[in-house]
């Protein structure tokens, strides 16, 4: 084979071209389809995970708003209970005025409690609760029967629905004979 011949055919355009990659069998794609199958769990889990943090996010954002005013009631209250105790005094004659004004102002502040969603929780009369209510005392009681509030000696307060103040009661107990 003469030189000329041999350059044309190691470099011509017919020419092999040696050590190029041949197209690799057709491999399984068991790979490829696994490593999808991996990344869409894993971005399924990253979008649950996200759903559920935006959820909780959403419900302490809430809760912050409903229960922010929760100090300020609760010190407001002391100021209610020291006024009502304040009206429960013994008033002389020509007061009668002083005692409206007054009953007009406790009336106001039970308005402004309501508009905030505070609302009292009604004890007297009820079965004890110790989710709403604080037993001070157990006394026999002709009028109730065994487990009733028999006496409230501090009312208590919800906010929102939940208890930020439990009432004091006094609790009927069991006559003994």
């Known amino acids: 084979m003469s030189e000329e011949k041999r350059k044309k055919s190691k470099h011509g355009p017919e020419a092999e071209m040696p050590d190029q990659p041949q197209a690799a069998p057709e491999e399984t794609n068991e790979v490829p389809?696994?490593?999808?199958?991996?990344?869409?769990?894993?971005?399924?889990?990253?979008?649950?995970?996200?759903q559920n943090f935006r959820r909780r996010s959403e419900k302490e954002k809430n809760d912050v708003y409903a229960y922010a005013n929760e100090k300020i009631v609760l010190e407001l209250l002391d100021v209610i209970d020291n006024f009502e105790r304040a009206m429960d005094h013994t008033w002389e004659a020509g007061e009668d005025r002083l005692m409206e004004g007054?009953?007009?102002?406790?009336?106001?502040?039970?308005?402004?409690?309501?508009?905030?969603?505070?609302?009292?929780?009604?004890a007297l009369g009820q079965k004890f609760d110790p989710t709403h209510h604080d037993a001070v005392m157990a006394e026999p009681s002709e009028t109730y029967?065994?487990?009733?509030?028999?006496?409230?000696?501090?009312?208590?307060?919800?906010?929102?629905?939940?208890?930020?103040?439990?009432?004091?009661?006094?609790?009927?107990?069991d006559r003994t004979v």
């Open 33 to 50: 389809d696994q490593e999808e199958e991996d990344l869409q769990t894993r971005y399924l889990r990253l979008a649950a995970d996200f």
């Open 102 to 122: 007054m009953t007009m102002i406790l009336k106001q502040l039970y308005g402004v409690l309501e508009k905030n969603h505070v609302e009292v929780i009604d």
């Open 145 to 173: 029967e065994s487990g009733m509030v028999t006496r409230v000696m501090q009312k208590g307060y919800m906010l929102n629905k939940k208890v930020i103040r439990p009432a004091m009661v006094v609790v009927a107990a």
